[in-house]
């Protein structure tokens, strides 16, 4: 089991940038990938970001959800820290929604599909303003 604490989160506007960090308490943090989901109000929780064990580009180690992140939203883990983190520029509104990191024990390559991942953290939430 997987513990996830997630943090970061804030109120910004349109154009800034915030980090969010996800800090696992496991004994094995490699034998996961870790993911980012991300939940608006109203709306299901959607995929935003994921990376494997070593986020290795070799093996298709980082996943994106689409172009609407791709280009502006950046994963990356420090597996000495056991620590993801998910780096956000030229954050919009549509990007205002309660974010989640996630664990999957398939660490070889990350995956989409929420069902995967095993161990979810409580969200840190993101205010986007116009």
């Known amino acids: 089991q997987v513990q996830l604490a997630e943090s970061g989160g804030g109120s910004v506007q349109a154009g800034g940038s915030l980090r969010l960090s996800c800090v696992a308490t496991?004994?094995?943090?490699?034998?996961?990938?870790i993911g980012w989901f991300r939940q608006a109000p109203g709306q299901e929780r959607e995929f935003v970001a994921a990376i494997s064990w070593n986020g290795g580009s070799y093996n298709g180690g980082i996943l994106y959800a689409s172009d609407s992140v791709k280009g502006r939203f950046t994963i990356s883990r420090d597996n000495v820290q056991k620590t993801a983190y998910l780096q956000m520029n030229d954050l919009k509104p549509e990007d205002t929604a309660v974010y989640y990191c996630a664990a999957d024990p398939n660490v070889e390559r990350p995956r989409a599909v929420s069902s995967y991942y095993t161990d979810w953290g409580r969200g840190t939430l993101v205010t986007v303003s116009s």
């Open positions: 496991v004994r094995f943090y490699t034998s996961y990938s």
